[in-house]
């Protein structure tokens, strides 16, 4: 049986819709988006869930006390049979008895090397503008374990960005996301494999790690990508849905 995945976001679902197409590319992978679940009942990522036949549920949380969201999470996600879930841009704060029901199985991916520019508030182009407020030269997606505290659950996978001479805000988090659209998916692809064994799944070292080492200054992560990723990867590399 296929390992049933939520994805939970905010907003447009771009991450989402670079799971969906990984997922199209592999050959009878292990697991499948099963549910997607947004906090916003308008968020684009619920329209991506439904044109993919996918189930999408709008969850409020505005309002409403952690006991009740944290109740209907739970019934959600039990009711789908999930086993794993991926945050992608989701803004809440997950309640703790969710965090606890799926401890070490639910991740997220954050658009900076935490543990820097992490916490509570710090989103979207908060955290670009952050970075280069800071005068930083690296950045770049962390996928970690969920915990109870925003950002703070231990960091599986990241891999450096390049912040150029002249980016703004927009261009630096452009560079990032087409990042975070090769990162996660292979991340959700090697827990959704792993777990549909009943395996726990094995540390993942993307190719980017080791040009951060090699050179935190003169990277050009964008022609690693073409390159080298693509050489490591061979018939492995699908189309990652590069979408903002």
């Not at 090397?113 to 407020?133: D, I, N, Q, T």
């Not at 450096?160 to 805000?169: F, H, L, Q």
Request: hydrophobic share 45%; charged share 20%.
């Amino acid at each position: 049986m296929s390992l049933p995945v939520a994805v939970f976001a905010s907003g447009s679902g771009s991450n989402l819709q670079a799971i969906l197409d990984y997922h199209a590319g592999l050959d009878a992978p292990p697991w499948r988006v099963e549910l997607v679940v947004s906090d916003q009942e308008d968020a684009k990522v619920l329209q991506r869930g439904r044109h993919a036949a996918i189930r999408a549920r709008f969850l409020p949380a505005a309002g409403r006390s952690s006991g009740d969201v944290a109740g209907e999470t739970l019934d959600l996600l039990r009711s789908s049979e999930i086993g794993f879930v991926a945050l992608a841009g989701y803004l809440r704060l997950i309640p703790a008895p969710v965090v606890a029901a799926f401890r070490e199985r639910m991740v997220n991916i954050h658009p900076a090397l935490l543990p820097a520019f992490g916490g509570k508030g710090m989103y979207g182009m908060r955290v670009h503008e952050a970075v280069l407020a800071a005068g930083a030269t690296v950045t770049g997606p962390t996928v970690h374990f969920v915990d109870e505290e925003y950002d703070r659950g231990p960091i599986i996978a990241q891999w450096p960005v390049p912040v150029r001479a002249g980016d703004d805000p927009h261009t630096l988090a452009t560079r990032v996301l087409r990042v975070e659209h090769l990162l996660y998916p292979r991340v959700v692809d090697q827990f959704g494999r792993a777990l549909a064994r009943g395996c726990r799944p094995a540390p993942f070292s993307p190719p980017g790690t080791a040009f951060l080492a090699h050179s935190r200054a003169t990277v050009d992560l964008e022609r690693a990508i073409s390159a080298g990723f693509a050489a490591r990867t061979g018939a492995a590399a699908h189309g990652n849905g590069e979408r903002t």
